[in-house]
């Protein structure tokens, strides 16, 4: 069993950065794929972005393409620790971001390859 505990989010203006943090217990982190998924009012939970295990200490990050350019998926295995650095937030970025825990690289995308979740921290981007 693996417990994520997501922090970090809150109200910023458009143009601002904010970075989330998602602390790991459980399991053997350093070999999770690790994601970012954020839900806006209505909508369907999306992909923002997951970084992969590929073996040994090999990492590859991935980005939906909303966000590509401005956000930054990281990691601190010495932590149990995924961050996700967004910069440039637009409106549009308002959502409630959550973060998840797989084995396995494939379907990096998809939220129902997603062993664990989060609670889900706000975000939210004023105009």
């Known amino acids: 069993q693996v417990l994520l505990v997501e922090s970090g989010g809150g109200l910023v203006q458009a143009g601002g950065s904010l970075r989330l943090s998602c602390a790991a217990s459980?399991?053997?982190?350093?070999?999770?794929?690790m994601g970012w998924f954020r839900q806006a009012p209505g909508k369907d939970r999306e992909f923002a972005a997951a970084i992969v295990w590929s073996g040994e200490r090999i990492y590859y990050a991935y980005y939906g393409d909303s966000v590509k350019g401005r956000f930054t998926i990281s990691r601190d295995n010495a932590k149990n620790t995924v961050y996700l650095q967004m910069n440039s937030l637009k409106p549009e970025d308002t959502a409630v971001y959550y973060c998840a825990a797989r084995m396995g690289s494939r379907q990096f995308q998809d939220r129902g390859a997603y062993d664990y979740w989060g609670q889900g921290t706000q975000v939210t981007v004023s105009s």
């Open positions: 459980g399991g053997t982190f350093s070999r999770y794929t």
